[in-house]
């Protein structure tokens, strides 16, 4: 998997991708980290001529962030373990880069700044009380133990390790801070996208709805039985009172009526010309 760290950096900001943004935050500094340790830090410490032991540790811990980093895109995170060896690297460091007079003692700000971004609750606050607590064990025992820490070989190697820890800390702290800001505002935009999808969504169900509506108004149907007099065929209405079906009809529906008679009654109120008339209406070409 290629070492892109301004792609990385894209997807943060961006937000895209199929990684959520606490495991594209978690990626991007898990190859920050490599890249600083094999690429920054044990090209320094030769210079400073320290400890192999520090040199070692410092190697393997950047080759373990960036196997996490290649592990990262398939959903696999590490947090907690990724946790343990920074505290494992701080402690070996610690011993091995003078203790108090070296600047480890720098970095254990970012693994703070870490574990405030991955952990939640009181797990944070229980790992935060515990950073601190090892900090100050390393300061006592360097106080009480001085000849445990492998002292610098002169006062320029102190001040360029002092240099050289404050500058990569500087940016790794800046950097986790920075890709946490990065991060937020790229999921705040992708809300505010969301939102306004959201929005037109809505505005296009109420539209329809108010159609859905005026349509539903414009419909009026017949529904139930409907009390009728056998005789004058009158229909009884809801108020009790009785009406002709088809005022009721006309009422109810956006049905109108049209008087005619049928061939029964006509046969019936007017037998002298019932046929005749009929007649004419079933052939009205006829002549």
């Known amino acids: 998997m290629p070492l892109d760290v301004v ?16 495991q594209r935050l978690y990626r991007l500094l898990c190859l920050v980290t490599g890249l600083l340790m094999l690429g920054v830090v044990i090209p320094i410490n030769a210079f400073e001529h ?32 990724y ?14 880069d003078a203790g108090a007079n070296g600047s480890i003692g720098y970095f254990f700000f970012a693994a703070v700044v870490y574990t405030g971004i991955f952990f939640r609750g009181r797990l944070r606050t229980t790992l935060l009380v515990l950073f601190t607590l090892n900090g100050l064990a390393l300061i006592v025992a360097d106080y ?33 801070i920075w890709v946490l800001r990065a991060g937020f505002d790229g999921e705040r935009r992708r809300q505010v996208e969301l939102n306004r999808q959201l929005a037109e969504a809505l505005e296009v169900n109420r539209r329809r709805t108010e159609e859905l509506e005026a349509t539903l108004a414009e419909v ?25 079906i088809e005022r009721y009809v006309s009422s109810h529906t956006d049905a109108s009526f049209t008087h005619s008679l049928c061939p029964g009654c006509m046969r019936h109120l007017f037998p002298e010309d019932a046929e005749a008339v009929l007649a004419k209406m079933n052939h009205p070409t006829a002549s």
């Not at 000849?147 to 190697?157: G, H, L, M, R, T």
């Not at 039985?225 to 809801?238: A, E, G, H, M």
């Open 144 to 176: 009480l133990y001085p000849k445990f820490s492998i002292p610098f070989e002169n006062d320029f190697a102190r001040m360029l390790d002092l240099t050289t820890g404050f500058v990569v800390s500087t940016i790794g702290l800046s950097l986790m």
């Open 83 to 96: 946790l343990l060896f920074i505290v494992i690297v701080l402690n070996v460091s610690w011993f091995t």
């Open 220 to 244: 009026k149907t017949l529904r139930g039985l409907l009390p009728i007099c056998s005789n004058c065929k009158s229909v009884r209405d809801d108020a009790g009172l009785w009406t002709q």
């Open 50 to 81: 320290v400890s192999w032991i520090l040199n070692v540790t410092v190697g393997l811990f950047g080759v373990l962030a960036l196997v996490l980093y290649a592990l990262a895109p398939r959903g696999v995170m590490f947090v907690k373990s």
């Open 7 to 22: 792609q990385a950096v894209r997807d943060v900001r961006s937000g895209s991708g199929e990684l959520s943004l606490e």
